[in-house]
């Protein structure tokens, strides 16, 4: 189940919620592939480590949900490795990508609906 973690409301009055919950996707072949076998081995190994510790910023699979008035649109990222929250959405990184992309689908839904609900008329 998908854990709450991170809530902000921008000047339109649009809430992003992220959600966080454990990646199914295998870590080995997938965390890193640098060229240098030893070096991914111990950066799956770490990986491996902080999950068996509970640490679900590990191996993390991410959901950004942008909410208005009741609609939602929503934008995913998996095989996520980050220390905490706080670095992941820090400025400039895929969180404010992640909050662009779930307020278009919010907006596209909202376009759908108002379509509908002139149909109606």
């Known amino acids: 189940m998908p854990e709450l973690v991170h809530t902000e409301t921008d000047e339109q009055g649009i809430t992003y919620n992220l959600f966080i919950q454990p990646d199914d996707l295998s870590v080995r ?6 060229g240098d076998a030893a070096f ?6 770490e990986i491996l480590e902080r ?17 208005y008035k009741g609609f939602t649109g929503s934008d995913y990222l998996g095989a996520c490795s980050y220390r905490n929250t706080e ?4 400025p400039g990184d895929y969180w404010d ?9 919010l907006l596209a839904r909202l376009q759908r609906a108002k379509v509908a ?5």
């Open 97 to 105: 990508d992640m909050k662009a992309e779930s307020k278009r689908e």
């Open 51 to 67: 999950l068996a510790d509970g640490d679900i910023w590990a191996w993390a699979d991410v959901e950004c949900q942008a909410e």
């Open 40 to 45: 991914d081995r111990k950066t799956e190994n």
């Open 117 to 121: 609900l002139e149909s109606l008329s």
């Open 29 to 34: 072949g997938n965390a890193v592939v640098s």
């Open 87 to 90: 670095q992941f959405v820090r």
